[in-house]
DNA sequence: ATCCTACAATGGACAATGTCTAAGTCAAGC
DNA sequence: GCTTGACTTAGACATTGTCCATTGTAGGAT
């Protein structure tokens, strides 16, 4: 079952139908969802579900950190239930597809404190960009 | 005078009223603008700049290089004008103040080519999160 | 200096994404 | 099985960005 639905349950979640249809739906192999299209499966399992819950449901997720907003084009922003292993991500500039990535180093380190204008530094994100496969060849 | 219009004009950019006033509020002081900014800010130099004008002028310039988009949150695209030294990001996630900074290290060359899935690799966004003084004093 | 024409600007409709609210519904504890 | 407050709903609204038909104009040609 899904790892995701037995934390929320942990923190005091009230279990509801549309709660545990969309984090079966994150929980699902697809990975990288748009809110929309969130919805749209979530449809397929509970037709009554509205747009409002899956954007409220989904926010409540991020804020409990289980599961991750990534920010990756103009379009809209896409979510990430693998909020528990750090990685970063490698986006396609021309499909939009995403791959998680593991680069070595650290970024944050990297980061020296005379260039941290007495910023908190709290988190780094690292997004490469290039074209995937069919794409390069399609070019 | 205005670098980026110098070179737009030497890349046979036909030089109007409104490109003008969009580099010269690009070229200012105020960096990471978004897109409604600029128009806000041509509109008190050329009041009948339409937002349409400002959105493809910011568009072209994109295309051709000479400024970059910084896609930062769930809010407007910004535009900075430093697109010709390389670098990264530093960004408030109360007020989204923007700090251009230029961390050690080369993220490029952290992704080793099994992490690459065959993709081509063209590019590398570092973005760092945190609280800039004045919002970390206010929490 | 004036004219032409392709390129640019305009403004308003439209699209995509996300947020809010008021009213109804329901999970979970008693 | 009640009660209660958190949850859901539908749809209006807000923000950001794009498109298109029309009007205007920069810059070369005459």
Redesign the pocket.
């Known amino acids: 079952m899904s790892d995701l639905l037995e934390r929320l349950r942990g923190r005091g ?7 545990r249809v969309v984090a079966e739906v994150l929980d699902g192999d697809h990975v990288h969802l ?3 299209e969130v919805h749209a499966r979530a449809v397929d399992k ?1 037709p ?10 989904l ?1 409540e997720m991020v804020s409990l950190g289980e599961v991750l907003e990534v920010s990756t084009d ?4 896409r979510y990430d239930p693998n909020a528990h292993r750090p990685h970063h991500h490698l986006i396609c500039g021309r499909c939009g597809a995403i791959r998680d990535v593991h680069p070595a180093g650290n970024p944050l380190a990297d980061l020296p404190a005379e260039e941290r204008y007495g910023f908190t530094v709290s988190g780094v994100e690292v997004t490469y960009r290039g074209l995937c496969p069919s794409c390069a060849a399609a070019a």
Chains 1, 2 share one sequence.
Do not use: C, F, H, P
Not at 13 to 19: E, G, L, N, V
């Open positions: 979640w009230r279990m509801t139908a549309q709660r748009t809110a929309d509970l009554e579900i509205s747009r409002a819950t899956v954007y409220n449901t926010g103009r379009r809209a922003k």
